[in-house]
């Protein structure tokens, strides 16, 4: 995701071309609805190719926009994720407090994994950038 954003910042993704420009997530939602597990993956993109196939799409800015907008979506529901999985991981372990349970703190552990994981996709999108 770095990747995108280093790319958008370089080709100056808010400028006036872009703003000509429409993004919708539907290219995206019909195909995670009609794809079934790993299937799913190939959704990503689809959106932001939808959007570059538009007039003006094609341009360095319209790519920019177009790529920015998707990830913007993409980072907003993994965080919607994040936050809900967060609260579910809360509220067991207080259930397990109020009744006196021990349980492994399932929260830290979770934050502990979701900056672990963005150490990954930073040190994947570095990788894939210089290649």
Same mark, same amino acid.
Request: proline share 2%.
């Given at each position: *995701?770095?990747?995108?954003?280093?790319?958008?910042? *370089?080709?100056? #993704?808010?400028?006036?071309? !872009?703003? @000509?420009?429409? $993004?919708?997530? !539907?290219?995206?939602?019909?195909?995670? /609805?009609? #794809?079934?597990? &790993? @299937?799913?993956?190939?959704?990503?993109? !689809? /959106?932001?190719? $939808?959007?570059?196939?538009?007039? =003006?799409?094609?341009?360095?800015?319209?790519?920019?926009?177009?790529?920015?907008?998707?990830?913007?979506? +993409?980072?907003?529901?993994? =965080?919607?994720? %994040?936050?809900?999985?967060?609260? &579910?991981? +809360?509220?067991?372990?207080? @259930?397990?407090?109020?009744?006196?349970?021990? &349980?492994?703190?399932? &929260?830290?552990?979770?934050?502990?994994?979701?900056?672990? +994981? *963005?150490? %990954?996709?930073? #040190?994947?999108?570095? %990788?894939? $950038?210089?290649?």
């Amino acid at each position: *995701m770095r990747l995108i954003l280093v790319v958008m910042a *370089m080709l100056g #993704a808010g400028s006036a071309g !872009a703003q @000509e420009l429409s $993004f919708t997530m !539907a290219p995206t939602e019909v195909c995670l /609805a009609d #794809a079934e597990g &790993v @299937e799913r993956l190939e959704c990503v993109g !689809a /959106a932001a190719e $939808f959007c570059m196939s538009k007039p =003006n799409g094609d341009t360095t800015v319209g790519m920019g926009f177009c790529l920015g907008r998707e990830l913007g979506v +993409w980072d907003d529901r993994l =965080n919607a994720a %994040y936050a809900r999985l967060r609260r &579910v991981e +809360w509220m067991i372990m207080e @259930e397990a407090e109020s009744a006196d349970l021990r &349980v492994p703190d399932t &929260v830290t552990a979770l934050r502990d994994m979701q900056r672990a +994981w *963005m150490q %990954y996709r930073d #040190a994947t999108c570095t %990788y894939e $950038f210089s290649t």
